[in-house]
């Protein structure tokens, strides 16, 4: 049996939950937007993405603060929880999903090196972030990040909802 595509499953998920997705890209420019809307259908749950790479973009599109970016960089759950609460509120959605990362092949430190990637999720029950760490070229880090983007995702509502009873 073929393995179903992880936003094939994102898509059914959301549906059946009858939940709405946005989504804040920044390292990824846009792949996880692509691959939400290879699957027909998508405009019953996908509300749309905002590729906000500058700091001014997750600011003036994403309602990040400065002082978040000042004090945290872009490269950091504190960023990636704003970016994910800004879309979803600016595409009144259920669900926010976010990343940002160093894609490379330049732009790492020692405490923050390339392939370093921050994937956050706000719904109206929760704000999470997760950190990994890829070791791939710049292409390869781009779809590993939508990839565990796409996973978390899922992750998420195959155990929704999450509210105490």
């Known amino acids: 049996m073929e393995k179903q595509l992880l936003e094939v499953l994102v898509g059914d998920l959301l549906r059946q939950h009858g939940l709405r997705l946005a989504v804040a890209e920044s ?24 590729t906000a790479y500058a700091y001014e973009a997750k600011v003036r599109l994403l ?48 405490e923050k090196p390339v392939g370093l990637v921050w994937v956050g999720l ?9 950190q990994y760490l890829w070791e791939g070229d710049r292409i390869q880090n781009k779809e590993h990040s939508a990839q565990a983007a796409l996973q978390l995702l899922a992750d998420y509502l195959a155990d929704y909802p999450h509210a105490a009873d």
Do not use: Q
């Open 27 to 50: 390292c990824t420019g846009g792949l996880i937007g692509h691959r939400l809307t290879n699957v027909a259908g998508c405009s019953t749950y996908y509300m749309g993405s905002i």
């Open 122 to 130: 706000s719904s109206p029950e929760d704000d999470f972030a997760e």
């Open 63 to 110: 309602n990040v603060r400065w002082e978040t970016l000042e004090k945290h960089g872009a490269v950091s759950g504190e960023t990636v929880m704003e970016m994910a609460r800004g879309v979803r509120h600016a595409l009144a959605a259920d669900i926010g999903l976010s990343v940002s990362g160093i894609a490379g092949p330049s732009g790492g430190t020692p």
